[in-house]
């Protein structure tokens, strides 16, 4: 997809490019670039945390500190937002947060690819929480989890149409978690594609255009520092809601 | 004698330690509600509010297409369900602004009520 100019779309980075080509009964299960960096980031956080905390010691390192940082920052947000109960699920919660954390980070670096950018991943992530999260209400509080679908003290005739509209917010919830990452995501990515290919675009004019082009550079340095915040912020909420919706699921109202 | 004392001693320290289980397990209770900690700023409000209105009539309208394509009364679900799919989302608009955290179902306001006095109370 390039134009005259030789310009790159700025949508080409989301391109799922298959690696090595399989297929399982009819269907594509190609290694693409997405699963490779999925991998990857499967692979950079696991040796960063266990290579952290090999040799600890009583007075933390820089990795080390770095490390038990992340650790007691998921546990506290655990421990504020479901409370005791919430201790069996600590080890998933974290390994959530610092997959989408590495993932997003890992997107950030040149000709790398972001897989939280596809709706589809984030959506299959959160699909799961929400499932999990149903489960384990189910098996908590068997049937008397459905009264969390009844508003209390409503009149009798408005309850059906009540039940029906929480029941449609309960399913949005999967919906709008997923969307709310991918969404930042692919607008942040894309955001910095256009400011990279205006200041490529303006100095290739060349003469005096070429100081022109200083100003989206100068931007797009801007932008990337404010992408790093915006990856690490978007795994914080997703991992943050995931914590809400397991505390709605084991304390009803 | 000695053991005497080193017996109360351990039974001492055992109910300071059951003192603490507890107060801890309270103030954890105490403190779920009042630490929501989702960002606030002007901007992520602002996109909340927007997920939360395109998600309730995306999800609203396609309940309603499935129960269409189920019990084959089109368009009648699908119209019905697209506007309370609207409604579901500015439900969940409104829970954003009034600060009711995320569930879905009704809520306590007594509750509500309760973890406020207590925050004040704290800072008093």
Redo the contacts between chains.
């Keep these: 997809m390039s134009n005259s100019d030789g310009m790159h779309s700025p949508v080409e980075q989301f391109e799922i490019k298959p690696l090595v080509e399989l297929s399982f009964g009819g269907y594509d299960i190609s290694f693409t670039n997405s699963s490779l960096f999925m991998l990857l980031a499967i692979g950079v956080s696991a040796s960063f945390l266990i290579g952290a905390m090999r040799r600890a010691e009583l007075v933390p390192g820089r990795m080390q500190g770095i490390a038990e940082m992340m650790y007691e920052f998921v546990a506290e947000?655990v421990?504020?937002?479901?409370?005791?109960e919430g201790r069996p699920y600590f080890p998933f919660i974290f390994t959530l947060f610092v997959f989408l954390l590495f993932g997003n980070l890992l997107g950030l670096i040149p000709y790398s690819y972001t897989f939280t950018s596809q709706i589809i991943v984030t959506f299959v992530m959160a699909a799961f929480v929400f499932v999990g999260v149903t489960v384990i209400a189910l098996v908590k509080h068997g049937l008397h989890f459905f009264?969390?679908?009844?508003?209390?003290?409503?009149p009798k005739v408005l309850i059906p149409?009540l039940i029906?509209?929480?029941?449609?917010?309960?399913?949005?919830?999967p919906?709008?978690l997923s969307?709310?990452l991918f969404?930042?995501m692919l607008a942040g990515h894309t955001m910095l594609k256009v400011f990279a290919g205006l200041a490529v675009m303006i100095s290739g004019a060349g003469g005096l255009a070429m100081a022109g082009s200083l100003l989206p550079f100068l931007a797009l340095i801007g932008l990337t520092g404010l992408e790093v915040l915006v990856a690490a912020?978007q795994a914080y909420?997703f991992t943050?809601?995931t914590c809400?919706?397991l505390?709605?699921a084991l304390h009803?109202? | 004698m000695d053991n005497d004392v080193t017996h109360k001693d351990t039974e001492r320290l055992a109910e300071i330690d059951r003192r603490l289980d507890r107060l801890r397990v309270q103030r954890d209770e105490k403190d779920r509600h009042i630490r929501s900690a989702l960002p606030d700023g002007m901007a992520a409000i602002m996109g909340r509010v927007a997920t939360e209105l395109v998600a309730g009539v995306v999800v609203g309208t396609f309940i309603g297409w499935a129960l269409d394509q189920w019990l084959e009364m089109s368009p009648l679900f699908l119209l019905v369900m697209f506007f309370l799919g609207a409604i579901a989302g500015m439900l969940n608009v409104w829970r954003v602004f009034t600060g009711r955290g995320l569930a879905a179902g009704y809520f306590d306001e007594h509750a509500i009520h309760r973890t406020k006095t207590s925050k004040g109370a704290d800072r008093k």
């Design positions: 947000m421990r504020s937002n479901v409370g005791s009264s969390f679908f009844v508003p209390a003290g409503a149409f029906v509209i929480e029941v449609i917010s309960y399913f949005v919830r919906v709008s969307v709310r969404a930042n912020l909420v943050i809601l809400m919706y505390n709605d009803l109202h």
